[in-house]
């Protein structure tokens, strides 16, 4: 199983599948699969760098931190880098088993939208980190956007800010060294990774 999915993620590392395509053909891998033997294969993965501390320095900051991926193993993320929601569930979780998988949507934004609506907080309070072209609807939705390491100009271009750095900590240093300038137009409020 573990082969499996290193396949498929230097895949898309390479670019010779889309994030989309990645977390299609893992989805069916998955199910029915304990969680601890697939975490334990993630965790030898390639990762950025200090994404605990930069999660960290985000909430000390007065940020809550959710994620808002379509990669079904976001449980693994959750876990390990004290993220404080999920807003889409591309898996449901029963007894530390993928217990049911559920379909992934065109775009992030119907998500943020739903969790806003229930959070009561505007989609211009919030900002949003990400690397694929199902971002671009997001980042042109929400108050601060920022493309880390994409592949992609037209996800970049749709950003507010592009870094490329393997260094989450840096990441959201930049985040914050932005919401605590006077010259900032978007007020504190959850950031989506």
Known sequence: MGEEISILHEKYGAGEITEAELNYMQIPLLRGMRLAPILKVLSTGPLLRNIRKGVEALKSSGLDVSMLTFNPLQVFFERNFAIDTSISMTVEIMDDMISKTNAIPENKLTYLEQYCDSSGISLQECIHVGDGP?????????????????????VREASDISLETDDFALVSDEIVRRIDSPWRTFPKAPSSV
């Open 134 to 154: 199902n971002d671009i609807p997001t980042f042109r939705a929400v108050g601060f956007s920022v493309s880390l390491n994409s592949k992609y100009s037209e």
